[in-house]
DNA sequence: CCTACCGATCGGTAGG
DNA sequence: CCTACCGATCGGTAGG
């Protein structure tokens, strides 16, 4: 008789979901195996069933966080690259992803403070490669003359990440401002900060276009 | 005969800032009292001697970078009140402040994950009323047209401090670009998203000025 | 996935 | 500021 070896409940899966909710919220070192035990339901020693250690689901917990970003990765490689220039599309790419789930900005703003050396080379595996292409897209662009001629390609991109990553990590600790009214502040500060006014009439300078929020 | 009750090396002092620097480093969880002694060099119940526990030795390193930033916020209220309006002198001042000791940023980076309850307390405390006195500022200088009218100034301090706390604290994990680089780019970036460019003749808008870099 | 248990380390205390 | 020690909790294992 062919009986499924696991169990109908998908333990495994609400063990990665509450260890993710609880690393992001109160850190690696400040989650016990027992704080997540609980959180799922069954008792400690289960939990190492499922993994070797610790640590073991700190990392997996990691990758599965990092490898949805590389799924939605190509499709703001293709805004960044394509002729069009959706560059509003990037940036609302990478504010949605964070947005959606906050404690995925928690968590690599923890990872990063706690293992600068491991995320370095993460950031290499994960990043890097697009901070190069979105670098590229901004060069054509001051080239052209559409943006600021003094800003660094490559530094904007990484501080772009930095202020999305983490405004939307210390939301409700930061002021008493609506999410709403931060949010919208910080997509135009990247984007007023990169993009010169545009021109219409001889005389005044314009305002910037304001973001067009759907 | 009196004698000094203390011996003559101010382990007290020692105490502070090897939490510190350890609690910025590895966090408060991550890190023991043990560390801390072995830092120091004296034994673990020594810590508790001096300190009643070890949150109460958390706090004191706390209130300590506050008090520090105290000290130079009437500085730095002066220069944004003040009728030349230097506003490069408040953005250069929080930065030094950050700049010159790093531990600071990722302190209070850290405590605002770990504790955010707490700490939106404090910032109300120790932020926020120059928040406001530098959002009175941007909204005189909005009215004159000097900067971007589609500003809005709360959320713009805010996520000025956000973006320069969190670059700094976050300085070596991120990327491979140099220290000055990034935070030339930071100067930059909080400039460029206020300031409109000053045109000078009436034909091209010009290119903003570059920060005054001493 | 459980019960039962392990040595190590945790923050903290007694007492000098 | 030290030695000596405490109960509690830590991550992890044995064995089923």
Redesign the pocket.
């Known amino acids: 008789m062919a009986t499924v070896p696991?169990?109908p409940?998908d333990?495994?899966e609400r063990i990665l979901r509450e260890s993710t909710r609880l690393f992001a919220t109160k850190g690696f070192d400040g989650?016990?195996?027992?704080?997540i035990a609980e959180a799922v339901g069954?008792?400690?020693?289960?939990l190492?069933?499922?993994f070797?250690?610790?640590?073991a689901l700190r990392q997996k917990v990691l990758e599965l966080m990092l490898a949805r970003w590389n799924d939605v990765l190509p499709r703001v490689l293709l805004a960044a690259t394509s002729s069009q220039g959706q560059f509003d599309g990037v940036l609302r790419e990478m504010v949605t992803f964070f947005d959606e789930d906050p404690d995925r900005a928690r968590l690599l703003l923890r990872e990063v403070l706690d293992r600068p050396r491991e995320m370095r080379t993460l950031m290499d595996r994960y990043v890097k490669q697009w901070v190069g292409a979105v670098a590229e897209y901004i060069k054509k662009g001051q080239e052209r003359g559409r943006l600021w001629r003094d800003a660094d390609p490559e530094a904007y991109v990484i501080q772009t990440i930095n202020l999305i990553v983490s405004s939307i990590a210390t939301r409700d600790s930061l002021g008493t401002l609506s999410t709403e009214r931060n949010l919208r502040e910080v997509l135009r500060y990247a984007r007023s900060s990169l993009f010169r006014p545009v021109r219409r009439s001889p005389g005044e300078p314009e305002e910037p276009k304001p973001l067009a929020e759907e």
């Open positions: 696991s169990p409940t333990v495994r989650t016990s195996l027992q704080d069954v008792r400690k020693p289960s190492l069933y499922h070797p250690s610790k640590d």
